[in-house]
């Protein structure tokens, strides 16, 4: 049996698995608001913990957030499955946001918040994960795949 949309199962699992391998790092490695620059002023690895989503919105709503990942996840699940067999870019980037949602949904359930790392101090950017990472790359390659995509008839003759 061939597994459809496999780019897609694909692209989900190397998100989670990176964003869990790289979370269980910084926790066994740092103690919580250490920092390590790599980049002094530029780039720095700082253990955080969020309870909200990106960019720290919706701070201490742990409870809806974590349920929403669950339901961001089944139903990128189900399209996969269920869906039509999609291309290239779209499995790739339904499966990057399915990856960053079960890894922040993981974090949500077990922990009670999610654990940050990536601090670009640069540019004075919010302290993010792989899993934000994979979530913002997941919607660039949906947004190429929607500049690929034939525009639909409108049933009206040429």
Request: charged share 10%; hydrophobic share 55%.
């Amino acid at each position: 049996m061939r597994l459809k949309n496999r780019l897609f199962w694909i692209g989900g699992f190397i998100a989670f698995f990176l964003d869990q391998i790289t979370k269980y790092w910084v926790v066994q490695t740092f103690r919580l608001d250490q920092t390590l620059p790599l980049l002094p002023g530029v780039f720095h690895l700082t253990y955080v913990t969020n309870t909200g989503a990106a960019f720290s919105l919706l701070s201490g709503k742990v409870e809806w957030l974590r349920w929403l990942s669950l339901g961001v996840s089944l139903v990128l699940i189900a399209l996969a499955l269920f869906g039509p067999m999609l291309n290239l870019w779209d499995q790739l980037g339904y499966g990057f946001i399915l990856g960053g949602a079960m890894g922040n949904g993981i974090d949500r359930f077990v922990l009670g918040y999610v654990v940050d790392f990536l601090d670009f101090r640069l540019i004075n950017f919010a302290v993010f994960n792989v899993a934000d990472s994979f979530i913002s790359i997941g919607i660039v390659c949906l947004v190429i795949a929607s500049f690929q995509k034939t525009p639909s008839s409108t049933g009206r003759p040429q």
